[in-house]
């Protein structure tokens, strides 16, 4: 499967951003999509995550109630809208998959910037 990130950009502290991650070339729902960020100078993070259905999710603790994720099977996308941004949320954010059936991520898409000021 490839993916393609996209929505980064330069907001404003309090402000909100809406990243997509759109999926192709294999069937879409069996996959559970993540979306990860790396800032500099620090270590990758699972940012959150949703299950092939979109019914199961996960967030990293600092974004929970913050950050929504949802996935539109249909529209082979998933989607990441990130609300009351923090200039800490500011990283290269990357979508990845996994086969429902497997705990590592093997497919990654090319990151897309978020820069949040202060």
């Known amino acids: 499967v490839q993916l393609q990130a996209s929505g980064g950009g330069l907001v404003q502290a309090g402000g909100s951003l809406r990243l997509s991650c759109a999926a192709s070339?294999?069937?879409?729902?069996?996959?559970?999509i993540g979306w990860f960020r790396q800032a500099p100078g620090k270590k990758r993070e699972r940012v959150s995550c949703?299950?092939?259905?979109?019914?199961?999710?996960y967030y990293l603790d600092s974004v929970q109630g913050r950050f929504t994720i949802s996935r539109d099977n249909a529209k082979n996308t998933v989607y990441l809208l990130m609300n009351s941004l923090k200039p800490e949320d500011t990283a290269v954010y990357y979508c990845?998959?996994?086969?429902?059936?497997?705990?590592?991520?093997?497919?990654w898409g090319q990151g897309t910037l978020v820069t949040v000021s202060s």
């Open positions: 990845a998959a996994r086969a429902a059936n497997k705990v590592v991520y093997d497919y």
């Open positions: 070339g294999s069937t879409f729902d069996g996959y559970a």
């Open positions: 949703v299950g092939s259905s979109g019914v199961n999710t």
